[in-house]
């Protein structure tokens, strides 16, 4: 199984202003690439609530790439790739958003959420946020707001052998909508419902 856990920060509520990204590619159990960038978005503007998540400030993007530039690389590491992310719906919009404010192309994906997936394999936690699953499944190493991906990754490891119901959706791959009951795995062509969650925290 290969997957590659994706996590993205914002600058505000708006969800083209992305100013974090982090990737982890898993391959059959193990990290083969790492890929961590603070982002400059097209609007600085920076909201003290969100700041509070992530403690990325407007002076630590000022003079950082935007994510046009950094498109090849990422478009390189999610292109055919399938995605996992905790609260998808908000990553997903994230790329999403952020690719039409630049007028670049979604790539061709699949993705996953965490969330929902973990709730199914741990069923016994009362809530199912990043930090409370990774604790459960034994990851506590990675600190810090660069980290969420990294964990995301090392906590699906606990969840692969679960099994992804699926339905054929006339695109020649098979897709689940998503629910609150079980995970799904979705081919993104603009056209899909996500879960009903709106904030990853």
Excluded at 9 to 31: F, L, P, Q, W
Excluded at 70 to 95: E, Y
Excluded at 98 to 106: A, Q, S, V
Excluded at 107 to 126: D, G, H, M, V
Aim: aromatic share 10%; charged share 20%.
């Amino acid at each position: 199984m290969e997957f590659v856990a994706l996590d993205f920060e914002t600058a505000n509520a708006s969800r083209n202003s992305a100013c974090s990204i982090g990737m982890v590619t898993v391959k059959d159990g193990h990290i083969i690439d790492e890929y961590y960038q603070l982002i400059k978005p097209k609007y600085i503007y920076f909201n003290e609530e969100n700041i509070a998540v992530h403690g990325i400030t407007r002076e630590m993007v000022v003079d950082k790439p935007d994510f046009e530039e950094l498109w090849p690389d990422i478009f390189a590491r999610l292109q055919h790739k399938q995605i996992v992310a905790h609260f998808a719906k908000f990553d997903i919009n994230v790329l999403r958003s952020t690719l039409n404010t630049y007028y670049l192309p979604m790539p061709n994906i699949e993705y996953i959420c965490s969330w929902i997936l973990a709730k199914k394999a741990f069923p016994q936690l009362e809530r199912h946020s990043l930090d409370i699953v990774a604790r459960h499944v034994g990851n506590n190493s990675c600190p810090g707001f660069s980290a969420s991906s990294r964990n995301l990754s090392l906590s699906m490891r606990s969840t692969e052998p679960l099994q992804f119901p699926a339905l054929p959706d006339g695109t020649g791959k098979n897709s689940t909508t998503a629910t609150d009951e079980q995970p799904f795995l979705t081919t993104d062509h603009g056209k899909k419902t996500l879960g009903k969650n709106t904030s990853k925290h």
